[in-house]
C-alpha cells in the first residue's frame, strides 16, 4: 500500500496576477477556465489543474494531493494511518468537488503540512495547450517529487 504520485499542489498567495503571468509566460502551463480572482487553477497535462494558487496574506504551501492507486488503497492507508495514531477526516463535498477528485481523505504530516490523500481524479475536456508550447512529462509520476524544508530541531 504506497502512494502513487503527487498529484497536485495548493498555495496560498497575495500575488494571483503575478503567479499568473509567470506561469503563463514562463513555465507554460495553462490557466483553467474556472480561475477566478480568488484562485487560480494551472494545468500541465489532461488533469483538470496540477498547481492551485488561492488569494491569501501570506506565500506558502497550502496542500499536498497525493494519489493513492485505487479506492481500496485510501481506505487501507486511512486504517494504517488511524493505527498509527494520526488523525484522518474525510473531505466534505465543497473539497472535492474544488480539487475535482471523487474520494479524499485529509491529515497533516509531522511538521503540521496539510496532506491530503485522494482516490480518482477528474480529467480535463480537451488537450493541454500550453501557452508557450510546452510538454510536461507527468503520466503515472504525477508531479514528480517535492522538497521540503522542516526544522528537524522540532523533533
Known amino acids: 500500500m504506497k502512494v502513487a504520485c503527487l498529484g497536485y499542489l495548493g498555495f ?5 496576477a503575478e503567479w499568473d503571468k509567470f506561469a503563463q509566460s514562463i513555465a507554460g ?3 483553467h477556465p474556472e480561475s ?10 489532461a488533469r483538470s489543474f496540477r498547481l492551485a494558487i488561492e488569494r491569501g496574506e501570506s506565500e506558502a504551501l497550502a496542500w499536498m494531493g497525493w494519489e493513492m492507486p485505487s479506492p ?19 473531505a466534505s463535498d465543497e473539497i472535492l468537488r474544488k480539487r475535482k477528485v471523487f474520494r479524499m481523505i485529509q491529515c497533516k504530516d509531522p511538521a503540521g503540512n ?3 490523500l485522494v482516490a480518482g481524479h477528474r ?11 510546452v510538454k510536461f512529462v507527468t503520466g503515472h509520476t ?10 528537524a530541531s522540532q523533533y
Open 12 to 16: 496560498t498567495s497575495s500575488r494571483l
Open 123 to 133: 480529467v480535463q475536456i480537451g488537450p493541454f495547450a500550453s501557452p508557450r508550447g
Open 114 to 116: 496539510n496532506v491530503e
Open 29 to 31: 502551463l495553462e490557466r
Open 142 to 151: 504525477g508531479m514528480g517529487h517535492l522538497v521540503l524544508l522542516i526544522d
Open 36 to 45: 477566478s480572482e480568488s484562485e487560480l487553477l494551472l494545468r500541465m497535462d
Open 72 to 90: 481500496q488503497a485510501l481506505v487501507d492507508m486511512r486504517g494504517k494511518l488511524e493505527r498509527a495514531g494520526v488523525t484522518v477526516q474525510e
